[in-house]
Every structure is written in structure tokens, then in C-alpha cells.
């Protein structure tokens, strides 16, 4: 079955450092495709960036960039010079099987920035 | 280019009451997926459709829940007899046609169910 591992609840980082969020990912698919959300308090799921399992480099978005490690299966959210409103709520999740958007979410880590 | 629009944002019903949803998604966009988030949890997938037709809906609770979405206007997602359990966010998100490569999901900004 396919699954997304965020095993970190909570983190916390200074205002201005990188903070690194750890996502794993268990599938048997060839084809799959990773993805960063963030969830601000008021609610919305904002689309941070997305990693193709055939990608050979590295996604990156400005302030982000995905740590994928194929081999290990894992697919870490790095941020870096953290600002304040960067505190939410980030969520991993996963494309699979099927070629449509059905996609697997993780359970979540709340980031709290601190100035 | 509007985004994916949902309505109501909130919504408060009592327990017995029924509950819909409505999602009209991009334009051009002929995909339609609703999502459901309990409270301190991840988004769940609930259902697949394309116009008129439902392709996946493994993650439907087997009652109460239905999803349609027509030929002509938006997609509804319809809880009756809501219970407190239904209490949750409910996102839509929406895709073009052939979208099974990068980032071709978009969601909406959520409904949030409050059953009292």
C-alpha cells in the first residue's frame, strides 16, 4: 500500500536559518510524483513545489527546494532564511497509481518560526 | 483566470440536517476531486469525477455521501443526516484533461463543516 511518513509533529527554527521537514514515502510504483503543501491558519492548501519520481535534479521554488532521495525514499522540504509567515502547517503528500490526481497526504508538521 | 471556487466557506448544521458542497472548478479544468480534512489530520481523498461520471470513489464513506457533478454547473458534495463526526474541511480540487505528470492539481480554499 502507498503511505507518506511525516514523523515530526512540531518544529521550531529561528527567524532567518533553513529548517529541513521529513517526508518518507512507501510505493512499489515506477511512476509517482511528491508534493509540498502549506497550511496557513486560515486554512487554504498553498502548493509549495513538486518533484517527478524520473526527475533527475533536485525541484527548487525560491525559498524551497526538495531533498529527494530516491533510494532511501525520501522526499525532505528544505526552507531556507525562514521568515515568519512561514509558520504553518506543511504537509507531504503523493501521486500514485491510477495516472489521476489521487493524492496520499502525510499527517503533517506544524513549523513555528520565532523571531 | 479564477481559481477553483468553493461555497459555503462555512457552514453550520445540526445533527439530522444535510449538507452540500459546491465546487466550480477552473476553467477549462474538467477534473474535479473532493478531499476531506479532520480536525489535526491530513487531507483524505473522497472522490474522482469527470462530467457526469464518477471514476473513483474509494475513499466515499458507503452512506450518506453522494457526489455529482453535471454537465452544466458545479460539482456537489452532499452529506445527509450529518453527524458530529462529519465535522471537517472539505476541499475540492480540479485538473485539466490528460493530467497525470507535474503539478495539475489546484485546490479550492475549503468548506469547513460545522455539525452542532
Known amino acids: 500500500a502507498q503511505k507518506i511518513t511525516q514523523t515530526q509533529p512540531g518544529m521550531f527554527v529561528q527567524e532567518k536559518e533553513a529548517v529541513t521537514l521529513d517526508c518518507t514515502y512507501d510505493?512499489?510504483?515506477?511512476?509517482?510524483?511528491l508534493f509540498w503543501y502549506k497550511q496557513p491558519s486560515s486554512g487554504e492548501m498553498i502548493f509549495l513545489i513538486y518533484q517527478g519520481s524520473y526527475d533527475e535534479q533536485n525541484a527548487t521554488e525560491g525559498r524551497y527546494s526538495l531533498n529527494f532521495q530516491k533510494a532511501r525514499k525520501s522526499a525532505n522540504l528544505v526552507i531556507s532564511a525562514s521568515q515568519l509567515g512561514d509558520s504553518a502547517m506543511y504537509f507531504c503528500a503523493m501521486r500514485g497509481r491510477g495516472g489521476y490526481n489521487k493524492l496520499i497526504f502525510g499527517a503533517g508538521t506544524r513549523l513555528a518560526v520565532h523571531p | 483566470n479564477a481559481g477553483v471556487m468553493q461555497n459555503p466557506r462555512h457552514l453550520v448544521r445540526r445533527r439530522g440536517q444535510e449538507a452540500r458542497l459546491r465546487c466550480s472548478p477552473m476553467?477549462?479544468?474538467?477534473?474535479v476531486y473532493w478531499y476531506r480534512q479532520l480536525p489535526e489530520e491530513g487531507l483524505k481523498f473522497m472522490v474522482y469525477?469527470?462530467?457526469?461520471?464518477?471514476?473513483?470513489e474509494s475513499g466515499m464513506p458507503k452512506e450518506r455521501f453522494s457526489a455529482e457533478f453535471p454537465k452544466e454547473g458545479p460539482s456537489i458534495l452532499r452529506i445527509q443526516q450529518v453527524v458530529r463526526g462529519d465535522s471537517a474541511a472539505y476541499f475540492c480540487?480540479?485538473?485539466?484533461?490528460?493530467?497525470?505528470?507535474?503539478?495539475?492539481?489546484?485546490f479550492g480554499e475549503g468548506s469547513w463543516l460545522t455539525v452542532v
Open positions: 510505493t512499489s510504483d515506477q511512476s509517482y510524483g
Open positions: 480540487a480540479s485538473s485539466p484533461p490528460g493530467s497525470n505528470s507535474g503539478n495539475t492539481i489546484y
Open positions: 476553467k477549462g479544468h474538467s477534473h
Open positions: 469525477l469527470q462530467k457526469e461520471n464518477i471514476i473513483d
